[in-house]
């Protein structure tokens, strides 16, 4: 079946460092791919989403691209901040059985530092 | 109005009780989720409904009971639940074409069995 996989965490960064967290998918078709946040005690929101090959998401700093030979999508920021600590999911949407459903990765927690 | 409203935020509750969680959205979605996330887990699938049927039943005990009174309302009925079943439950809501715009997630209700 379809599956995410995503870097183990947590990430610990200082402030205005680059962030990496990596993401790679398994899927038969074609998903659209999707990051998702949840800050502590909330529920998840959006952060970004790709729908085809090469495409790029971009929302707040942060950015994926849908790498469909590396079958990829990795989520970056140039210079994170404090405010950006949170739990990061790698998602992708799972049409094997018709219906609509999200696979998601197992999460990577962000610490940011001042 | 672009959000999907949780309530209640916090419930703890006996084994013996019967309790309903609550899920509403204005957005003219018409399809709507219910997930469960135990701590430092990705969300797991519960219930799809779409179109006011439901769709997606991940073999959830029957001390679940999910219901749809319309396209904007969302609830899960809850009776006999175990210790193990405390978890956050988030609901979710896409347009019929989810996979595209992904989902809208609410701020979720933290259940406790006692």
């Known amino acids: 079946g379809n599956s995410v996989t995503q870097m183990e965490g947590p990430v610990t960064l200082s402030e205005e460092a680059f962030l990496t967290i990596n993401c790679t998918y398994t899927?038969?078709?074609?998903?659209?791919l999707f990051w998702y946040v949840q800050y502590p005690g909330e529920g998840l929101q959006l952060l970004l989403k790709a729908t085809k090959a090469d495409d790029k998401g971009s929302n707040k700093g942060f950015e994926a691209t849908y790498r469909k030979e590396t079958t990829s999508f990795h989520l970056e920021k140039g210079s994170v901040q404090v405010s950006d600590s949170a739990v990061y999911f790698c998602a992708l949407s799972d049409t094997d059985t018709g219906f609509q459903k999200l696979v998601f990765g197992t999460g990577t927690r962000l610490l940011v530092s001042p | 109005d672009t959000e999907v409203t949780q309530t209640p935020k916090h419930l703890v509750m006996g084994m013996t009780n019967k309790k309903s969680l609550k899920c509403e959205q204005h957005?003219?979605?018409?399809?709507m989720y219910w997930y469960k996330q135990k701590a430092k887990k990705p969300p797991e699938l519960m219930f799809v409904y779409s179109y006011e049927k439901l769709s997606i039943n991940e073999s959830v005990p029957s001390r679940f009971s999910p219901e749809c009174p319309n396209s904007s309302l969302l609830n899960l009925h809850l009776h006999a639940l175990q210790p193990e079943d405390s978890a956050l439950y988030l609901c979710a809501s896409s347009q019929e074409g989810g996979l595209i715009g992904g989902y809208t997630f609410g701020s979720g209700t933290r259940l406790t069995v006692v």
């Open positions: 957005m003219g979605h018409r399809a």
């Open positions: 899927a038969t078709g074609y998903p659209s």
